[in-house]
């Protein structure tokens, strides 16, 4: 494990360096390099989705005014419905082909290539079906190649040259301390294939001199640990380097942005509680439960041919009833009926329940099919109208299991604050949990989408599910 460069460095026990930061000239560049890597994971983070959606809207303008074919106004309002249309649906597909998957900057440089092809391509041919269906305009084949021509190289170049400058020279980490949080960190970031992030080492509170250290390895943030003992003899020296340009913060705080996940394990209630926990913003609920309302009852009547051919194929199959309806726990720990496509045969468990597995020996024939494509879940659409689930949240356990999982794994009722999910951050981040330990992982993740919640982050992770059934990814 790469440690050893801070910890020899530090071995001699020199005396903690003096409250003012003695300037070095080269701490200029350094600080100027760090802002610009920094702006450029803020601008990956939070403006790719307008930026691109701008793009690809303008680059739909300019199709229209440089088509041979095209003889209306460039700038008229048909070009300009095109545009607008253009830009939300390359953002959707963008969504849900996983071009800004977080962890994309970290593939490989055709895998983000690809995929921005596929969506300037895929948006264009949904700009088109819109028109066409809901405005009765076609747009001629000049216009939608030019749309796709322009829009793929305007897209992909600045995520290249994002990836590019973060991937030349990762951000430099120091851990203060040591523990087993910080030991996985390190082991994570060390075991990267193209890594955003280099550990430099470890310093040792008391050992030596940490702002002579940053300075002299390049240190970009300093990550220190969660337990207070070792917190207060490492945060005055870790302050001492922000005129550095250094980033200081907990390790639980590192993981949690890093990795998209809470560390159960090593986090105090107080550090969870930091962001609150508030059940009173009944606007956002209402419009959360609106939405998930209508969505619900349109997908009913559009899947309802789906439906009906899976219940026959299971009563022609003579699996067991059509229905498998299974009590889960919900909101606030409140039971509920829920209801799913069978997949099972009708002895699976033999009266004790079991952990359901990824490629489970006890699935039908009918039932591979409808889990490799979720469609074995649409039943859930009804427990989502009536109010017992929403469309994304933690999936809800069974009550069996919960007991069980409160008492073994460190804030577990937690999740249950919001309603469980048809799909969540857990289900297309981790997948399948056949364990404890996988629950704890899967855990995780459901606890950051809850501390995260948004809009765009359910947007996220519908449009990701849809993406996984088309793949057949379970």
């Not at 070792?230 to 639980?252: D, I, K, T």
Request: net charge positive.
């Amino acid at each position: 494990m790469p440690t050893s460069l801070g910890e020899s460095r530090l071995e001699g026990g020199a005396a903690p360096g003096p409250a003012a930061v003695m300037w070095d000239p080269t701490d200029a560049h350094r600080i100027g390099r760090g802002a610009i890597k920094r702006a450029a994971t803020r601008l990956r983070s939070s403006w790719w989705t307008p930026m691109d959606a701008l793009v690809a809207g303008g680059s739909m303008l300019l199709a229209h005014s440089l088509s041979p074919m095209f003889a209306g106004d460039p700038l008229g309002a048909e070009a300009l419905r095109a545009s607008f249309i253009h830009a939300c649906s390359f953002v959707l597909v963008a969504y849900t082909v996983g071009l800004y998957d977080w962890d994309m900057l970290a593939r490989s440089r055709t895998t983000l290539v690809l995929r921005g092809l596929l969506s300037a391509t895929l948006s264009a041919v949904l700009t088109l079906t819109i028109s066409y269906v809901a405005f009765y305009r076609p747009i001629g084949r000049w216009v939608l190649g030019g749309a796709i021509a322009l829009s793929a190289p305007l897209v992909v170049l600045p995520h290249l040259a994002i990836r590019n400058l973060r991937l030349r020279r990762p951000r430099r980490v120091l851990f203060v301390g040591s523990g087993a949080l910080t030991d996985r960190l390190a082991g994570a970031l060390a075991q990267a294939e193209q890594p955003l992030y280099e550990v430099v080492g470890r310093f040792r509170p008391g050992d030596g001199d940490l702002l002579a250290l940053c300075r002299e390895n390049g240190v970009d943030e300093i990550v220190l640990p969660s337990a207070l003992p070792e917190l207060s003899g490492a945060l005055l020296p870790a302050l001492r380097c922000l005129p550095l340009g250094c980033r200081v913060r907990s390790e639980a705080d590192f993981h949690e942005d890093v990795f998209r996940a809470v560390p159960v394990a090593a986090v105090s209630p107080e550090w969870m509680l930091s962001r609150g926990w508030d059940a009173s913003d009944h606007v956002a609920e209402a419009v959360k439960r609106l939405s998930d309302a209508v969505l619900a009852l349109s997908l009913l009547v559009l899947s309802s041919p789906v439906m009906l051919l899976a219940a026959i194929a299971i009563r022609l199959r003579g699996d067991g009833p059509v229905l498998y309806v299974q009590t889960r726990v919900g909101r606030y720990g409140r039971p509920f009926r829920m209801f799913k496509f069978r997949t099972m045969r009708v002895d699976a468990e033999d009266g004790a329940a079991r952990w359901a597995q990824d490629d489970d020996p006890r699935r039908t024939t009918i039932g591979r099919f409808l889990r490799r494509t979720r469609l074995d879940e649409l039943p859930q659409l009804v427990n989502v109208l009536v109010g017992d689930m929403s469309f994304v949240g933690p999936r809800p356990e069974r009550p069996e299991f919960v007991g069980e999982l409160e008492r073994a794994i460190p804030y577990y009722a937690w999740r249950h604050a919001v309603r469980p999910g048809l799909t969540g951050w857990a289900q297309i981040t981790y997948g399948y949990g056949a364990s404890i330990e996988d629950a704890r992982r899967k855990l995780e993740y459901d606890l950051y989408y809850i501390r995260h919640y948004s809009v765009g982050t359910d947007l996220f992770i519908v449009l990701r599910t849809v993406s996984a059934a088309l793949r057949g990814a379970r």
